[in-house]
């Protein structure tokens, strides 16, 4: 049996797993797909679409960002037919737009065994929190409890992706419905996305968050982003996501 190949949704997860006896080869997909343009269908001009925006929105350069993130993807195109592939994605929407870009790409491979890899079962009100807190033991039981994907999962995902990729949301709230035992929430997650449109940025579901607890006063951004993820964490976003956010939305107030 070829050695498991596990795609990881970030550089953390890869630190908490080192050590254990399942895990040797892995690729980490250091991306954040919920920001930024995605509407290529040809891979080679998404490529260049995407490392223009990270190099003038996060300040890496073109080498910097096809070294650590094209590269790593492009190892998929070489996997030997009957590899294992484990893809720890987590449930919240950042992760899941990230996971079906993944399946996209992955779904016509009918030569290898594509599994997912859940986080752990949590209380609702920390449903959202992931791998992060996660022991060895409990991450060792998430793996072995992994979910095969069927292809008709692996459609799904490939649709999912084609509706966000299209900002169809039409589409991706009916796919939503979709049951799969391969997505947890897909119906909630589906929604946050849908949420983030508007034609007036103050009524867009994360910007609606950052006007009101500004309106509170919380003006420290460490405070206010804990505030928003313990709120929303179904987006998943990180500090920059949620500074990027909150900076524009000052610029529409100035102006």
């Not at 908490?16 to 920001?35: D, K, N, S």
């Not at 190099?55 to 993807?73: F, H, P």
Request: aromatic content about 12%.
């Amino acid at each position: 049996m070829k050695t498991p190949l596990h795609l990881l949704n970030g550089d953390y997860l890869a630190h908490q797993l080192q050590g254990a006896t399942y895990f040797q080869t892995h690729l980490v997909f250091r991306e954040a797909l919920i920001v930024g343009p995605v509407a290529s269908t040809c891979l080679d001009e998404f490529w260049r679409f995407r490392t223009e925006f990270i190099a003038t929105s996060y300040g890496v350069t073109g080498e910097e960002y096809s070294q650590k993130t094209i590269s790593e993807i492009e190892r998929l195109h070489s996997i030997p037919k009957d590899t294992e592939i484990c893809l720890w994605f987590e449930d919240d929407l950042f992760c899941q737009v990230n996971l079906w870009f993944i399946l996209n790409l992955l779904s016509d491979s009918r030569k290898i065994k594509i599994y997912r890899v859940f986080p752990p079962e949590a209380p609702t009100e920390n449903r959202w929190k992931g791998f992060g807190s996660s022991s060895a033991a409990t991450l060792a039981q998430a793996y072995e409890a992994r979910v095969p994907f069927s292809f008709s999962d692996l459609a799904l995902g490939k649709n999912l992706w084609e509706a966000y990729r299209r900002g169809d949301s039409a589409l991706l709230a009916e796919l939503s419905k979709s049951v799969s035992p391969c997505f947890r929430y897909l119906e909630e997650v589906c929604q946050a996305q849908v949420d983030r449109f508007s034609a007036d940025p103050s009524q867009r579901r994360p910007e609606k968050l950052i006007l009101e607890l500004l309106a509170k006063g919380i003006t420290d951004f460490d405070t206010l982003f804990s505030q928003f993820s313990e709120r929303e964490g179904i987006y998943g976003f990180g500090d920059l996501q949620v500074r990027t956010l909150m900076d524009s939305l000052h610029k529409k107030v100035s102006n």
